[in-house]
């Protein structure tokens, strides 16, 4: 089980190379892959929740064409994070510019997977999270 939690501001460098925070690289593990997201973010899935992941569309009718779509829209964004002697991975550019992101970055955990956003779209996103605790609780059951 995976327990994915916090949130964490960083920076792409110059070459478009990110490093994973620490205690979310800990639960990802060596092998992880970036996809794209809902909302504007790149999902980071672990390795074994990618691979749930894919056994779900291998259930799928391959005779319906919108499924088809979607599959492919989903998978062709999967990319296996390559880390270089320093932990560093190159953030590809179509994710990049699928969410926006220039150089200020927020990593969050989400349970079994961890979220990236350009800061500007997390921060949007975000703006009247304070005021929503109660409704937010309330939806999930807590």
């Known amino acids: 089980m995976f327990f994915l939690t916090g949130e964490y501001s960083h920076q792409l460098d110059a070459k478009n190379r990110i490093r994973v925070p620490f205690k979310l690289k800990k639960e990802l593990g060596d092998n992880y892959y970036f996809a794209k997201g809902t909302d504007?973010?790149?999902?980071?899935f672990p390795e074994e929740i990618a691979k749930e992941q894919f056994?779900?569309?291998?259930?799928?009718k391959m005779s319906d064409a919108e499924k088809r779509r979607g599959i492919r829209a989903?998978?062709?964004?999967f990319v296996l994070a390559e880390e270089d002697n320093q932990g560093r991975v190159v953030l590809p550019a179509n994710l990049r510019e699928f969410a926006?992101?220039?150089k200020d970055v927020v990593f969050c955990g989400v349970g079994n997977r961890a979220e990236l956003w350009a800061k500007e779209v997390y921060d949007e996103y975000f703006a009247d999270d304070d005021s929503n605790y109660n409704e937010y609780f309330d939806s999930l059951g807590i």
């Not at 056994?55 to 799928?60: D, Q």
């Open 55 to 60: 056994a779900k569309i291998e259930e799928v």
């Open 100 to 102: 926006k992101i220039k």
């Open 74 to 77: 989903f998978t062709k964004s």
């Open 40 to 44: 504007g973010c790149i999902f980071i």
